[in-house]
């Protein structure tokens, strides 16, 4: 029943910036975190950046920290992630994903520490 909506992926050129929205439903989970993975062609899917529900901390993947930003809107259940300065490397298919617990520093990185995907929205940047 829980479904994770995402959307605002596109072609943007390198240093340019995009949007990502990721809408959650279904749920009442009072504890957990919602976090952004990708995925590049012939590449493991990898940790982008998390933020837990409860009071907001975040944390991020050392390749976007500076350019990427992860927030939430408890109103309407969406998290987003802006993206500036991208660059061709970014290139991928970005997921959004639900994990029940508890946010902790260092935690909510790993593929397995999530509990719900969505269907992911592709983020081309040309050069």
């Known amino acids: 029943q829980v479904q994770l909506v995402e959307s605002g992926g596109g072609l943007v050129q390198a240093g340019g910036s995009l949007r990502l929205s990721c809408v959650a439903s279904g749920h009442t989970f009072s504890r957990y975190a919602m976090g952004w993975f990708r995925q590049a062609p012939g590449k493991e899917r990898e940790f982008v950046a998390t933020i837990s529900w409860s009071d907001g901390a975040t944390d991020y993947a050392d390749s976007v920290k500076g350019r990427f930003t992860i927030s939430r809107d408890n109103a309407k259940n969406t998290v987003y992630l802006q993206m500036n300065s991208l660059k061709p490397e970014d290139t991928a298919v970005y997921y959004c994903?639900?994990?029940?617990?508890?946010?902790?520093?260092?935690?909510?990185?790993?593929?397995?520490?999530?509990?719900?995907w969505g269907q992911g929205t592709q983020v081309t940047v040309s050069s």
């Open positions: 994903a639900l994990g029940i617990g508890s946010y902790s520093s260092g935690y909510f990185k790993e593929r397995r520490e999530y509990d719900y």
